[in-house]
């Protein structure tokens, strides 16, 4: 069974920084596609960052320029670095496995609050 655990997430001030993590077990992350989403109160939950390969990846606008998806393969992880974090970043952040080759199999994580707020 694959698990995602996320983390990383907290408290900051507008412009400052954080690095979530996303953890995966029971499985080699080499097989699976890897994404953030976000979900804000009120508010579909939506595409943050994807990364299929390496070289390969994909930004909602609203944070491009800003944060940046990476994995680690070794590790087993998923990163989204966060710079110049605005009060709209606030959010639930889920992290989401989607098998490469059966794409309909797909794993969430249960989330990691990030607050942008003075």
């Known amino acids: 069974q694959v698990q995602l655990v996320e983390s990383g997430g907290g408290l900051v001030e507008p412009g400052g920084s954080l690095r979530l993590s996303c953890a995966l077990s029971?499985?080699?992350?080499?097989?699976?596609?890897m994404g953030w989403y976000r979900q804000a109160p009120g508010k579909q939950r939506e595409l943050v960052a994807n990364?299929?390969?390496?070289?390969?990846?994909n930004y909602a606008n609203a944070v491009k320029g800003r944060f940046t998806i990476s994995r680690d393969d070794d590790r087993n992880t998923v990163y989204l670095q966060m710079n110049s974090l605005k009060p709209e970043d606030t959010a639930v952040y889920y992290c989401?496995?989607?098998?490469?080759?059966?794409?309909?199999?797909?794993?969430w994580g249960q989330g990691t609050q990030v607050t942008v707020s003075s």
């Open positions: 029971g499985s080699s992350s080499g097989l699976w596609a």
């Open positions: 989401k496995a989607n098998h490469r080759v059966f794409k309909s199999i797909e794993y």
């Open positions: 990364i299929a390969a390496a070289s390969s990846t």
